[in-house]
Structure formats: structure tokens, C-alpha cells
């Protein structure tokens, strides 16, 4: 898609989350069916560490995402002075069971722990939000197996469902952390886009972002990109989930900007956020997949 | 250092890799000869299979500067017929050596073998050219512990040198490859450059180049950086090493373009190939000392 002149009876495309996610979660509905049928019932291992809101809320929406393409989610939850080696317990266990194809591992863990070291005892094939070294190095390196973080990409899920053809294009991802920011970068070089990665000690982002074909705003914090960052016509996804001043939900875009400005944009929210669980979901499912796959091998060979 | 206008009384400076690397063996040589007389004699376990030309040239170099700053250099050599597990088994001989501090394996390995299984045996910590997923997602991550990718790092050690401040930069990779490109590119964000990782698919590298404060070429090819690439008074640090058409060793820069243009620019031969192995002694001597220091740690806990 390329760049085109807004006026107010040509308003920017809305993309928003919800088609995306439906589309995902047809597929991943349909492959848990198969895996049903052939005596394999998907199943993700939630584990959680103590009660904070953020989690819960997460959760609850993960729960209804794998209720709706049946997969089953058994939890383990674990009281927030649980002991280090109480958890890495847990998860060995959780990695141990034939009958649990994916992790997920609520973060940050209470201060103490050597997460760094907890996250690596993840066996890499459950390792379904990229928290591995293993997974890290795949996501960096281009290399098929191991999953992305779910976020960076619902970036290119996105994308890639309302057709945006990355090749040549010339993207800016503003923020570098290791769970959003880096690792979009990198699956954007792999569709080909010549990738800047611009942060808060880069100088006239309104200029850098002016000259790009995309935007991914990932820095966290609102007005990340104002009315000045912006050209005619480009492509925006927003990344941001922040509260703003009058305690409303916003991204790192500013919403009269994009509306206005934008060839295209994502909302917040209903955005990149309303893909992550869906995103979460596919992985468990192609994780299940590939277990029993090799599961079946491994019969084959005895 | 900022842009100035070039003319002819106004040749570029030209930053070579001799000084650089002097004064990295300096400091590796006080390293070494400080934990020679604590009892430490520092020892880098090459493992090489086959008689590659290419091979057998970096060792030699290798096996110089090792001298020169007092590491010890023990040599595993097999043939190219040598098995999967031959290999894997010396491998794992050579970690679990406490007189071997690192780990160089020349690659590629033969083919037919799990190049990238082999090199996860390597031990992180003995891990001196980030081949681990370990390593390498520490580079991705920006976290210390860990080596960097020599080459790569090199790229660094000459900008340091020489005085360049990458804060607020903008800088372009020219390459994204997993061994120079990509860890190059997050070796500068470290340092607060805006950086932009470019490659084959990029569109009007040019015009995008022009823009750049430093520009790194890594792509591997000649003519990659020409004088339509070239504002005035850039910093260029040239990666690559190729055979041009008349049988000479060249960069992937036009040195014409680089000597007339370029604020300060890294020749090939004697730039950034000038600093590798000696980024690669400073790798041995500082994974020497942590090993003696968690040796001695170990004693006191006992």
C-alpha cells in the first residue's frame, strides 16, 4: 500500500485487532480440532507467581482465547514468597509433562530471583513467548523454530492481514526493549524492510519518523508521536499501551494525528493488543503439534 | 567528532587498525602477565577441522598475537573426515579443561554436520566469538556477560579509539548478517546511536546513506559504498574484505570515494581486519580472570 494524500473525506485506515485475532484464531481452532481427533488435547501451562492485577487481567483474557479454539489451560499458581527453587520446581515439572505443550511464565518474578536464570530452564520447544536464550538468539539470528514474543509479532500479524507488503520499505521502530522494540526490528528486516531502531537518545525523532514508509511506536509512553513526526499518508502501528492524563487508555501516538495523518493506523486499544493472545494461542497450537510429531517419531523409532 | 567540509588540502583521516589493536594488546599483555603471576597461565583451545586456506592464515595471525601478549595457544587439530561425535567430543574435552579459558572453532565445519547443535556445546563462558545462542542473545539483549562477536566488536574499538561519540548518531549498517551485521548494529545502539540496518532489498541505499553520520559497511561485496553514497565529511568503517577484478584486497567501500569524502574512514587491509584477533586475546584474557576469580571463589566456599 503505498503513500496517499489525506483529506477530511479520505480519513485513515482504521486496521484494527479484532479481525486479525477472528482470522488467527479460525486457524488455530482448526489445527487444536485436528490434534483432538488424532488423541491430543493442546494444553498450556500458565504459571503465575502472587495476584497483581495486570496478570490476572491477562489471564482472564488468555483463559477465553483458549476456551474459544479449545485449548485447555491448567494453571499453576504459586504464592508470591514462593521460594526460587520452589519454582524452578514447578517448571521443570511443567516441562516434564508429556501432557503440557507450552509455558507461560508471568513476569517480572518477585524481586530476589535470578529470573534471567528461571526463564532458561524452559525447555525451548514450550517456550512460547520467546523468554529463552534459545528462542532470543532464533529471533535475532532469522532462524526458523523458537516463537517470536507474542507482541512484536501481533506487529507483523497485522500487517501481514490487511496486506502491507514490508519489501524495501523503509521502517522506524521507536523503542529498543528486548521484548517489543529489538525483536520487531528483526522480523521486519526478515520481511525485508530496511529497519531503523530510534530510542530516546535520538536526535529530531520528528525527522527520522517523517521519512518513514512505517512506524512501529513502541516506546511506552503517550505523545511518542505527535502531529510533527508525521508525513502524508504512512503506515502507523502502535505498540503503546499507556494511561494518559485524564486516566484514559492510549498509545505512543497521538490519536487526532493518525486519524488525520495516517495512510493507515492500529488503535489503542483494540489494536496489536487484541492479537497477542491470539498470537499466544497459534504458538501453543503449532507447539503441540510439533511435540506430538516428534512424539510419533520417537514411537516409530522404538 | 562532527561533519567538516573536504578539500584537497582537507584529506580525510584516515583511521588504520595498527594503534588500535597496539593498544588493546597493551592491556590484554598486563591482563596476562598479572594472572601469569598469580599463578594462571591464560590458554586458548583452537579447534580447527581440516587445512582450510583461510583457516590456516587467521591462526597464523592468531598464534602471532597470542605470542605477542603471552597467551598460551593449544591446538586441536582434525581432519575433515572426522565424525560429528569425534568432534563434539573434543568439544566438550576442551571445556571441561580448567587450564583452557576459551574456545575458537574455526567454521564452517564440514558439511553434513549440526553446526549450530555443535557450537551449543561450547561452554559460555569459554565462548570467545558469541557462535553460543547464550552469547548471542546477550548481544541482542544488550546485556553484559558474554563476548560480542570479534569482528563486530572491533568496529566498536576502533570508533572508541579514535574518539567518536555514537550518542544521537545516525548510523547505518550496511549487512545483516548474523556474524557482523546484526550484532554490529546492536553493539551501536548500546552506545546510543539511531541505527538503521540495511541490505540487499533496500531501496535507494544512496539517498539513505547520504543521510548517515557513520556508516558501517559489512555487506561483503566491492563498489557496495560509492561516491553517490557519500555526503561530505562522514565516518566510514569499512568491514569488508573482498578480492576485486584485478586479484587486489578491497573493501566494500570505494576508496577514491572515501579518501576524498569521508571525514575518517578504516582502510582494508589494516583497518577493522587489523583489530580482530586482538579483540579476540583481550576475549581470552578477560574470560582467564573470570575463570580464576570463580575458581578462587569456589575455594573459599569449600
Redesign the interface.
Known amino acids: 500500500m503505498g503513500r496517499r494524500a489525506a483529506g477530511k473525506e479520505d480519513m485513515a485506515q482504521k486496521w484494527t485487532g479484532k479481525e486479525v485475532a477472528q482470522d488467527l484464531d479460525q486457524k488455530t481452532a482448526a489445527e487444536v480440532s485436528r490434534l483432538i481427533e488424532a488423541g491430543i488435547q493442546p494444553t498450556i501451562g500458565v504459571i503465575r507467581v502472587g495476584e497483581k492485577a495486570a496478570d490476572l487481567s491477562y489471564e482472564k483474557g488468555l483463559v477465553k482465547r483458549c476456551e474459544k479454539v479449545g485449548i485447555r489451560v491448567e494453571k499453576f499458581l504459586l504464592p508470591e514468597d514462593v521460594s526460587e527453587q520452589g519454582l524452578r520446581d514447578v517448571v521443570r515439572e511443567v516441562n516434564a509433562s508429556p501432557q503440557i505443550h507450552g509455558i507461560l511464565l508471568f513476569r517480572p518474578l518477585p524481586k530476589g530471583m535470578d529470573e534471567h536464570g528461571i526463564l532458561q530452564e524452559i525447555a525451548p520447544e514450550k517456550d512460547l513467548d520467546c523468554v529463552t536464550?534459545?528462542s532470543?538468539?532464533?529471533?535475532?539470528?532469522?532462524k526458523a523454530g523458537g516463537f517470536a514474543p507474542c507482541t512484536a509479532e501481533a506487529v507483523i500479524r497485522i500487517l501481514d492481514y490487511y496486506g502491507y507488503d514490508c519489501?524495501?520499505?523503509?521502517a522506524v521502530v521507536v523503542g529498543?526493549s528486548?521484548v517489543i522494540g529489538?525483536p520487531a526490528?528483526?522480523l521486519l528486516?526478515a520481511k525485508?524492510a530496511?529497519?531503523?531502531?530510534?530510542?530516546t537518545?535520538?536526535?529530531d525523532l520528528p525527522a527520522?519518523l517523517r521519512e518513514a514508509d512505517l512506524i512501529v511506536a513502541a516506546a511506552g509512553h503517550p505523545h511518542t508521536v505527535t502531529r510533527e513526526c508525521l508525513g502524508m499518508g504512512q503506515t502507523l502501528v502502535d505498540v503503546g499501551i499507556n494511561v494518559d492524563e485524564n486516566g484514559k487508555l492510549t498509545g505512543d501516538v497521538d490519536r487526532e494525528a493518525e486519524e488525520t495523518l495516517a495512510g493507515a493506523y492500529t488503535p489503542v486499544p483494540g489494536g496489536v493488543g487484541a492479537v497477542t493472545t491470539s498470537v499466544l494461542a497459534a504458538h501453543l497450537a503449532e507447539a503441540a503439534a510439533a511435540q506430538s510429531a516428534q512424539g510419533g517419531d520417537q514411537k516409530k523409532c522404538q
Open positions: 536464550d534459545a532470543l538468539a532464533g529471533v535475532f539470528a532469522g519489501t524495501g520499505k523503509r529498543r528486548t529489538k526490528a528483526m528486516l525485508n530496511t529497519v531503523t531502531i530510534a530510542h537518545r535520538t536526535r527520522l
